[in-house]
């Protein structure tokens, strides 16, 4: 066993057991050092596989290692890192344990290179993913993650099911590309695509990720759809139907966030969009798409918890989240509404932002592969994105009316973590050679043509044009929007209530029906046998008792002699 | 914030009236800018003249009204579900 063997997810889960025994002073220095150590773990390891073990005739691999893994657990770890710092104030044990092992899980399943193994990773994720809402605990919280919690567990039910099947067809446990042809891989890709929030099960998500701490929720954005996200681009590339389904999130996302009225809701929509583009990418398939995915992923990770962390700046600040109650943050909270704007246009892709260097990579293949209308699609949603949350979020947080709050800026461990995620999204965004040159395959795209830049600009400026001018059309009002999770969280629940006291009356009628009957029968009985000469009714004198009972005692002493 | 105190710069009618005229001026650069660059259209039609800027303006529209057509059937109060 060499130093290589040591799977960098371990860091993290063994780390979690150790910080409810830190105490106040040393817990901050594991929850800053551990994901430092793992980034230094996973950038050490070379290409190859690594810590394999034999079980059950099964072959297990923990580290399977590749430019394309080391990214995604790259940002993984960044992400741990400064997500730990934005919530070093966070005063539950719990959600940061649970987060530790929920971090160190998705690097486990990034580096999984067998399904046995990826599935081992995917539950604990699930778990852990829970335990983080659920360690709010309130009421809302604990509904809130027990239906977060049923979700996942369908996917991993149906994910198991799948690598059985699968594993019993081809004999190998190995993680490899799939193609969606039998049943086993079927049910894998649909366990896959439940995390990633795909359509109709994608609910979970914005249902979660508002009602998760302030700190909880910026965790929550980065790994389980990211994980999904990497998975698929393993096991199904230039799988068609991603494109459809990717398609149709990217637009769901957008008109469910321009609906929306709670801040953290608006950007787990945007997440949902986000996410869409990607799985579009991995259904176009080609390098140039996988490497845009790969990039995406990568600066969304990043952009989106800098969104969520300006977000769970104002909640942890004002304990308010509803547009209509804020507005006018600006004046007080500049370091917020700056770094907030800088994630905003990070998502819209601005020029000089990382989202331009690696969403126009997806939009580029699209084109590459002549999907014309896709292309078009994935154009009018780049708009949408600037409308929904490029827009939409910073306007009616910081600026729109003016709420009379007056909050400062959080605590100097929240706005460093703001800093440090806004100079990375415009550092990606003025160097993406740095993070072109860790991509799975060679880059020769090149982001930054004066053309593309103006074109970009030109997009965007008449998007947000639109945003302002339609402004009296966004007016929030305290409204949610119906989704799918209304079929379980109201149909099926009032549809099953409804048949229950239709069996409960038909019961109870069978019930009294049966004592009518019965009590006619026993008046009948009482009555025909009513009356002084009746079997029934007869007197009978203690004394001829008494003699029957020594009659009978007298018999079996008699029978015992016999014997 | 106290009636007499002045209103932060930013939210002042002019400023406020400044961004929107800099703002159009901004777009109307924006559009005119076609003239100096070299489209590559991939499909014909986006290379045509000012076609991002419009393209941009109406999808947005049509996305926001087709947001609110759809809110009209799926918008409910926030206390929807708030007796589970």
């Not at chain 1, 691999?61 to 657990?73: P, W, Y």
């Not at chain 1, 899980?105 to 604990?124: H, P, R, T, Y």
């Not at chain 2, 800099?22 to 290379?47: E, K, R």
Request: net charge positive; proline share 4%.
């Amino acid at each position: 066993m060499t130093m290589n063997d040591f799977p960098p997810a371990l860091v993290l889960l063994l780390g979690a057991f150790l910080l409810p025994l830190a105490g106040k002073n040393i817990r901050p220095l594991l929850i800053l050092g551990l994901p430092l150590v793992t980034l230094g773990l996973v950038w050490n390891l070379p290409d190859g596989s690594f810590a394999n073990l034999s079980m059950f005739n099964y072959q297990l691999n923990f580290i399977h290692s590749d430019s394309l893994s080391r990214l995604f657990a790259t940002v993984f770890a960044i992400m741990t890192f400064a997500g730990g710092l934005f919530a070093l104030k966070q005063k539950s044990v719990m959600e940061q344990v649970a987060v530790f092992a929920y971090a160190g899980s998705a690097i486990g399943a990034v580096f999984a290179g067998d399904l046995i193994s990826l599935f081992i990773f995917w539950e604990i994720m699930a778990v852990a993913s829970t335990m983080i809402v659920l360690s709010v605990g309130s009421k809302i919280c604990n509904q809130v993650s027990m239906r977060y919690f049923q979700v996942h567990m369908l996917g991993g039910s149906l994910l198991l099911v799948g690598i059985l099947m699968h594993i019993h067809a081809t004999g190998s446990t190995a993680f490899s590309v799939m193609e969606p042809n039998s049943l086993g891989t079927i049910l894998i890709l649909m366990g896959f695509l439940i995390n990633v929030a795909a359509p109709p099960l994608s609910a979970w998500l914005s249902d979660a990720y508002s009602e998760a701490s302030f700190s909880g929720t910026v965790f929550l954005s980065a790994f389980t759809t990211k994980t999904a996200v990497y998975v698929l681009l393993r096991g199904f590339p230039g799988t068609e139907i991603l494109i459809f389904i990717g398609v149709f999130m990217i637009f769901y996302g957008i008109i469910y966030a321009l609906l929306e009225n709670d801040m953290r809701r608006i950007l787990a929509y945007s997440i949902v969009n986000q996410v869409g583009f990607m799985v579009t990418g991995i259904g176009i398939g080609t390098e140039m798409a996988m490497n845009g995915v790969a990039a995406h992923a990568f600066a969304h990770i990043i952009y989106k918890a800098l969104l969520l962390m300006s977000a769970g700046s104002v909640l942890y600040m004002t304990g308010k989240r509803k547009c209509t109650d804020l507005g006018g943050l600006f004046q007080s909270m500049p370091i917020t509404t700056i770094c907030g704007i800088i994630g905003a246009l990070a998502i819209s892709s601005f020029p000089f932002t990382s989202g331009f260097i690696s969403k126009s990579m997806i939009s580029q293949s699209a084109a590459d592969a002549e999907l014309v209308v896709v292309w078009f699609f994935l154009l009018a949603a780049s708009a949408g994105v600037f409308l929904h949350a490029g827009i939409k979020f910073p306007w009616f947080v910081f600026f729109q009316k003016d709420s009379g709050l007056r909050p400062p800026d959080p605590p100097w461990n929240m706005k460093l973590a703001m800093i440090f995620f806004s100079a990375l999204c415009i550092g990606i965004g003025v160097w993406p050679e740095i993070l072109y040159s860790k991509l799975p395959y060679p880059v020769t795209y090149v982001p930054y043509t004066v053309t593309h830049v103006v074109n970009m600009l030109q997009l965007l400026m008449f998007s947000g044009f639109a945003f302002f001018l339609l402004l009296p059309l966004m007016k929030r009002t305290l409204t949610i929007t119906l989704d799918f999770d209304w079929l379980y969280r109201r149909v099926f629940p009032t549809a099953l209530q409804n048949t229950f006291t239709v069996i409960w009356k038909i019961d109870t009628a069978i019930r009294q029906a049966f004592f009518v009957k019965f009590n006619q029968a026993l008046t009948f009985i009482s009555q025909s046998y009513q009356g002084p000469s009746k079997l029934l009714s007869r007197t009978y004198p203690a004394g001829s008792m008494v003699m029957w009972v020594a009659v009978i005692l007298a018999t079996y002493l008699l029978l015992s002699f016999i014997h | 914030m106290s009636t007499t105190e002045e209103k932060h710069w930013l939210v002042r009618p002019k400023t406020i009236r400044g961004l929107w005229y800099g703002g159009i001026a901004m777009l109307t650069m924006l559009v005119l800018a076609d003239f100096f660059i070299h489209p590559h259209p991939y499909f014909g039609i986006d290379g045509s003249f000012g076609f991002y800027s419009w393209y941009g303006l109406i999808t947005c529209v049509a996305m926001v009204i087709f947001a609110k057509a759809l809110g009209i059937f799926l918008k409910r109060k926030d206390t929807y579900y708030d007796d589970e």
